[in-house]
């Protein structure tokens, strides 16, 4: 069987800075498997600007940011495969895939890196009454078609959803020369970045219905127009509140969802809020050896956190490559000067292949501290910290369940408060994030559960 | 003297700024970097947008290549300049960072390519 030292599943911006990272730390033996005919993933569609920011202290888009680390890709010479779908990954990292040269083919990976992202909800998750007509699409699928395609989706158009990609495709079709009528929303708030709804809703005069939901689709082969009716705090509609708004398309931006049969395929159990793997501190899975970052493992709003999160991933894959080299070679050098080994060799690789040896956070002195998400924190990621191989200091992303307005962010050791910092706002559409010191964490070494949560003073 | 509230769209941190215009002199507060404090006071006195968009390509692997303004333009010029870029087709191949349109619907500012197409 064909080996490699890091498979990484999936070339997105995800994959593609774990490569680099990986790379970095030292490690040459890497391959990515990549479904699409191209790297870059979401971002060679997201062509409106605003990414990098954080990463390269400028503004780029979406196909401008990817091509900086497709470019570093290539730089570093990392092998990659287009076209090419992944299949399996077992519990002991094996990764079987598929393409149109090879065939079939089942590799044995050092480590595994996930980084499949996500994808769109689609109107079945919604239970909208109406027939099937053409003109309901995706906004991301309706994004691709512009963008990529080059298809103009529809003339007067209704969103559903106030996420990104939905307030982004109001823009982008707006500019188009269509007439983007309403937005939507069945929540009270906005589940996209407030940025996007003063430029692409504000700028052109786009409503935003808060607590709004559409009811009734019109139309059998095409789209003529939806039914938006006010919702109560159950979201149930309120009877007398139907508006009827005439159109040929309906887009949804109603939510996206971490990719994860693969991971389920590896026997890596989900996480309930995020759909996405639990993780440590070093973003390893419950399968060891095997990391996930990016959208796979939690939904992002910026691409630059995912760059910074997946070349953490990069890097501690990278050091468990080398401590298992290590390791190894170790036990060979030993095995080879007594000429007698405690186990016989045969042994203990089959128990290897059937992954029994023991993960490395179930090692015995290894300290497992939960993260707990409480009192308006929805979920943190990582899902718990291991203090023993922690790094000096670890950043935890995390959402709140609601809009709140001054709230403290607390984290405590136990029941001792450690840090509050002060947010004027918080909304669940955006990502929030605490730094957790080592040296901190040092100074109360019998933690046994870390609480992230928000408080009103 | 006059306080507007605004959303700072530099980057999606997306901060609450608060202008206050006091005759001819202008302050921010709320912004957390610099660019928060251009934005807001060109927000107020002549605001400007990127704009981003894709033009049709012949002879591509793709057939369309995603577009931007070199630099900010005019709020009020973003349907002139719409409309010369849904006008607009070049031939593969095209390189990131090429010309599409030099100077846009008389803004000053080039339309250039956002990403590279091969030919099929």
């Given at each position: 069987?064909?080996?490699?030292?890091?498979?990484?599943?999936?070339?997105?911006?995800?994959?593609?800075?774990?490569?680099?990272?990986?790379?970095?730390?030292?490690?040459?033996?890497?391959?990515?498997?990549?479904?699409?005919?191209?790297?870059?993933?979401?971002?060679?569609?997201?062509?409106?600007?605003?990414?990098?920011?954080?990463?390269?202290?400028?503004?780029?888009?979406?196909?401008?940011?990817?091509?900086?680390?497709?470019?570093?890709?290539?730089?570093?010479?990392?092998?990659?495969?287009?076209?090419?779908?992944?299949?399996?990954?077992?519990?002991?990292?094996?990764?079987?895939?598929?393409?149109?040269?090879?065939?079939?083919?089942?590799?044995?990976?050092?480590?595994?890196?996930?980084?499949?992202?996500?994808?769109?909800?689609?109107?079945?998750?919604?239970?909208?009454?109406?027939?099937?007509?053409?003109?309901?699409?995706?906004?991301?699928?309706?994004?691709?078609?512009?963008?990529?395609?080059?298809?103009?989706?529809?003339?007067?158009?209704?969103?559903?959803?106030?996420?990104?990609?939905?307030?982004?495709?109001?823009?982008?079709?707006?500019?188009?020369?269509?007439?983007?009528?309403?937005?939507?929303?069945?929540?009270?708030?906005?589940?996209?970045?407030?940025?996007?709804?003063?430029?692409?809703?504000?700028?052109?005069?786009?409503?935003?219905?808060?607590?709004?939901?559409?009811?009734?689709?019109?139309?059998?082969?095409?789209?003529?127009?939806?039914?938006?009716?006010?919702?109560?705090?159950?979201?149930?509609?309120?009877?007398?509140?139907?508006?009827?708004?005439?159109?040929?398309?309906?887009?949804?931006?109603?939510?996206?969802?971490?990719?994860?049969?693969?991971?389920?395929?590896?026997?890596?159990?989900?996480?309930?809020?995020?759909?996405?793997?639990?993780?440590?501190?070093?973003?390893?899975?419950?399968?060891?050896?095997?990391?996930?970052?990016?959208?796979?493992?939690?939904?992002?709003?910026?691409?630059?956190?995912?760059?910074?999160?997946?070349?953490?991933?990069?890097?501690?894959?990278?050091?468990?490559?080398?401590?298992?080299?290590?390791?190894?070679?170790?036990?060979?050098?030993?095995?080879?000067?007594?000429?007698?080994?405690?186990?016989?060799?045969?042994?203990?690789?089959?128990?290897?292949?059937?992954?029994?040896?023991?993960?490395?956070?179930?090692?015995?002195?290894?300290h497992?501290v939960p993260?707990?998400?409480?009192?308006?924190?929805?979920?943190?990621?990582?899902?718990?910290l291991?203090t023993?191989?922690?790094?000096?200091?670890?950043?935890?992303?995390?959402?709140?369940?609601?809009?709140?307005?001054?709230?403290?962010?607390?984290?405590y050791y136990d029941?001792q408060?450690i840090?509050?910092?002060?947010?004027?706002?918080?909304?669940?559409?955006?990502?929030?994030?605490?730094?957790?010191?080592?040296?901190s964490l040092a100074e109360y070494p019998r933690t046994e559960r870390i609480?992230?949560?928000?408080?009103?003073? | 003297?006059?306080?507007?509230?605004?959303?700072?769209?530099?980057?999606?941190?997306?901060?609450?700024?608060?202008?206050?215009?006091?005759?001819?002199?202008?302050?921010?507060?709320?912004?957390?970097?610099?660019?928060?404090?251009?934005?807001?006071?060109?927000?107020?006195?002549?605001?400007?947008?990127?704009?981003?968009?894709?033009?049709?390509?012949?002879?591509?692997?793709?057939?369309?290549?995603?577009?931007?303004?070199?630099?900010?333009?005019?709020?009020?010029?973003?349907?002139?300049?719409?409309?010369?870029?849904?006008?607009?087709?070049?031939?593969?191949?095209?390189?990131?960072?090429?010309?599409?349109?030099?100077?846009?619907?008389?803004?000053?500012?080039?339309?250039?390519?956002?990403?590279?197409?091969?030919?099929?």
């Amino acid at each position: 069987m064909q080996y490699h030292d890091i498979v990484i599943v999936g070339g997105g911006p995800a994959g593609l800075s774990a490569a680099v990272a990986a790379r970095k730390a030292g490690i040459s033996d890497i391959l990515i498997l990549e479904r699409d005919n191209v790297l870059g993933g979401i971002l060679n569609q997201c062509i409106h600007n605003g990414f990098g920011l954080h990463t390269f202290k400028e503004e780029l888009t979406g196909p401008e940011y990817a091509a900086r680390y497709i470019a570093q890709v290539k730089e570093e010479k990392i092998p990659y495969r287009l076209n090419t779908i992944v299949a399996d990954i077992t519990h002991d990292r094996r990764v079987t895939y598929i393409n149109r040269e090879e065939g079939l083919v089942t590799i044995q990976a050092g480590a595994v890196i996930l980084a499949m992202g996500c994808r769109e909800r689609p109107r079945g998750a919604l239970n909208t009454p109406g027939y099937r007509p053409a003109g309901i699409y995706s906004a991301g699928t309706a994004q691709r078609l512009m963008n990529i395609e080059g298809y103009l989706v529809g003339k007067e158009a209704v969103i559903l959803g106030s996420g990104d990609i939905g307030l982004i495709m109001a823009r982008r079709m707006t500019l188009e020369g269509a007439k983007v009528k309403v937005v939507a929303e069945i929540m009270p708030y906005s589940g996209g970045l407030k940025r996007n709804i003063v430029q692409c809703l504000d700028d052109y005069g786009i409503p935003l219905k808060l607590s709004h939901t559409v009811v009734d689709i019109h139309g059998k082969d095409r789209l003529t127009g939806v039914t938006i009716a006010e919702v109560d705090e159950n979201k149930n509609p309120i009877p007398g509140t139907e508006e009827y708004y005439s159109c040929d398309t309906l887009l949804l931006s109603v939510g996206l969802i971490p990719e994860n049969e693969l991971s389920k395929g590896a026997g890596i159990s989900l996480n309930r809020v995020t759909s996405g793997p639990n993780v440590n501190d070093r973003l390893e899975t419950e399968a060891e050896g095997i990391y996930a970052c990016g959208n796979v493992l939690h939904v992002h709003d910026l691409v630059d956190f995912v760059s910074q999160e997946a070349a953490l991933a990069g890097e501690n894959a990278a050091e468990y490559v080398k401590r298992k080299t290590a390791q190894e070679e170790e036990k060979n050098a030993t095995e080879d000067g007594t000429r007698k080994s405690a186990a016989p060799e045969g042994e203990s690789a089959a128990a290897e292949a059937r992954g029994d040896v023991k993960p490395a956070h179930e090692e015995p002195g290894r300290h497992k501290v939960p993260l707990i998400a409480a009192d308006g924190v929805r979920y943190t990621v990582p899902q718990f910290l291991e203090t023993d191989g922690m790094r000096d200091s670890v950043t935890v992303r995390f959402r709140v369940a609601d809009v709140y307005k001054d709230r403290y962010i607390s984290v405590y050791y136990d029941d001792q408060l450690i840090s509050r910092k002060k947010k004027k706002v918080l909304a669940p559409g955006e990502m929030e994030q605490v730094v957790l010191t080592k040296k901190s964490l040092a100074e109360y070494p019998r933690t046994e559960r870390i609480t992230i949560r928000t408080e009103v003073e | 003297m006059e306080v507007k509230e605004l959303i700072c769209i530099n980057c999606p941190m997306g901060c609450p700024l608060t202008v206050t215009i006091d005759g001819e002199s202008l302050s921010v507060t709320g912004n957390t970097c610099p660019r928060g404090e251009d934005y807001a006071k060109k927000e107020v006195l002549s605001p400007t947008r990127i704009v981003t968009s894709s033009v049709r390509v012949s002879g591509g692997s793709i057939a369309r290549v995603s577009v931007k303004t070199k630099t900010d333009i005019p709020k009020g010029k973003i349907f002139d300049v719409m409309k010369e870029i849904r006008a607009a087709h070049v031939d593969a191949p095209v390189q990131m960072g090429d010309v599409v349109i030099a100077d846009c619907a008389g803004t000053g500012v080039d339309v250039i390519a956002t990403k590279s197409v091969d030919r099929a």
